[in-house]
């Protein structure tokens, strides 16, 4: 058997195995960016941010099946399995490619979404409603308080009806011994809550699009393997017929 298709052979079937292992964890990712984003939502108006998470679990579903055919078709050196499995492949790196470019376009965004949604929820915190619980879990999960900076709650109407104090989910660790005083400042996250979470969700959709960028590699070579193997078999056909 010809050196070439041996290779391009077991690049497929590697491909194949790779293709398993993706689709779970693509679909891991594109949770894990959807999770972190919900875990913020009240902050984020733009929800098309969203759309590479959506696009990556798209893909993930998909493999599973796509790993099967590739597998078959290699093995047998179906020209119409491997044609089939390269449109799939095809699509697969488009859709990544989108994925891609949707990332570096939202990635640029998000420190403008934040500036603009933040100042509102933080406004808007009274200790009982939705806005109350996204800042608290987002002042207690990054261990921040306010939005640039603590003082921004002094501009705040808690602050103004709760003795001149923030809310306790500013307090460094489990302190027992904190109240919100800002003369208690030695007890209280002193740095502001957007710079962490615009880094959060900046590291999030950058280790995103990695994995989307080493799987799209691995798809090109796939491709240059499916053009081999189906140019070496029709070489190899004729050169049977002729010498019949």
Known sequence: MDCGIIT??????????????????????????????NNFDN??????????????????VVMFVIGTVGCCATLRESKVGLSFFLLLILAIFAAEVAALVFGFIYQSRIKGDLERSMSDVFMKYDGENSDTRA?????????????????NWTTTPWFSSRNNTVPISCCKGNN?????????????????????????????????????????????????SVCVITCKSGRRSGYQLLHA
């Open 176 to 224: 027992t011994e904190c109240t919100g005083r800002l003369d208690q400042l030695d007890l209280l996250n002193t740095r502001g809550c957007e710079g962490k979470l615009e880094q959060l969700l900046q590291d999030v959709m950058s280790y995103a699009m990695l994995v989307i960028l080493g799987f799209a590699i691995i798809k090109f070579f796939g491709m240059l």
């Open 8 to 37: 391009s052979k077991t690049v497929l079937l590697l491909l194949s195995l790779i293709f398993w292992a993706a689709g779970g964890a693509l679909a891991y990712v594109g949770s894990y960016v959807i999770k972190s984003y």
């Open 135 to 151: 800042v608290d879990y987002l002042q207690s999960q990054l261990q921040c308080c306010g939005v640039q900076t603590y003082l």
């Open 43 to 60: 902050f984020l108006e733009d929800k098309y941010t969203l759309i590479p998470a959506a696009i990556i679990i798209a893909v993930g």
